[in-house]
């Protein structure tokens, strides 16, 4: 008898059992939870971060046109504040998926040219950009941003010159590139004004930590 009751004691009962089985079940339903609460922040973020691209670019459209000897309108790039936003702060695929739509709301009111005058200059910024942060060391704001605008005309150099065969463009690139790291330098101390309303966007907690501003 006594041996008997030993065993039933030693055996785990159906209570103890289930909460045994259903801890790791819990935390990978609270992990999945948490995943698809911070998806859909992303998203959320990024669809916020397009809206206020083309908001700048609409708000750059109404500006005077900078005096240069550079044929058609030259402009400041206000809308990549929020793709460098998105860069530093959300990750490089949402920074190439931002990039993306901005080409594609260029198609939609300025045509294919301009599309693609925005996808080659953005999708070379955000990756040039990208790559400086991999590097060892610390990166600046400063430089980054100055490196993506001139990243940004190169880009867009490059496009003009596959449309325009034919056409010398060469005189066209030294005002390019003084103009990229002139747009960098002031597209880098905006950001740095408007990063306190930034923060209040929703889901910037849920996404990443303050402290690890290049996550």
Not at 53 to 81: A, C, Q, R, T, Y
Not at 88 to 116: I, M, P, Q
Not at 156 to 183: D, E, K, M, N, R
Request: hydrophobic share 50%.
């Amino acid at each position: 008898m006594s041996t008997d009751k030993q065993k039933d004691h030693s055996r785990p009962t159906p209570r103890a059992a289930d909460a045994t089985s259903a801890g790791p079940a819990n935390e990978s339903r609270g992990q999945r939870k948490y995943m698809n609460k911070t998806g859909v922040h992303r998203m959320a973020l990024v669809a916020m971060l397009l809206a206020l691209g083309i908001v700048l670019s609409w708000f750059e459209d109404l500006l005077p046109p900078i005096p240069s000897p550079v044929p058609g309108k030259l402009k400041i790039g206000l809308s990549n504040i929020a793709v460098m936003y998105t860069l530093f702060f959300v990750g490089v695929k949402e920074a190439l998926l931002l990039a993306l739509l901005k080409a594609f709301f260029a198609y939609l009111t300025r045509g294919f040219v301009a599309a693609c005058l925005s996808l080659g200059g953005g999708l070379l910024s955000v990756l040039l950009m990208w790559l400086l942060t991999k590097l060892p060391g610390h990166s600046s704001w400063l430089l980054l941003s100055a490196v993506g605008a001139v990243a940004h005309n190169l880009g867009q150099y490059g496009v003009l010159c596959l449309f325009f065969q034919g056409v010398s463009l060469w005189w066209v690139l030294p005002y390019l590139l003084i103009f990229g790291l002139a747009t960098g330098v002031l597209s880098a101390t905006l950001l740095r004004v408007i990063m306190p309303a930034l923060r209040r966007l929703p889901g910037y907690r849920e996404l990443y930590n303050e402290n690890d501003p290049k996550r």
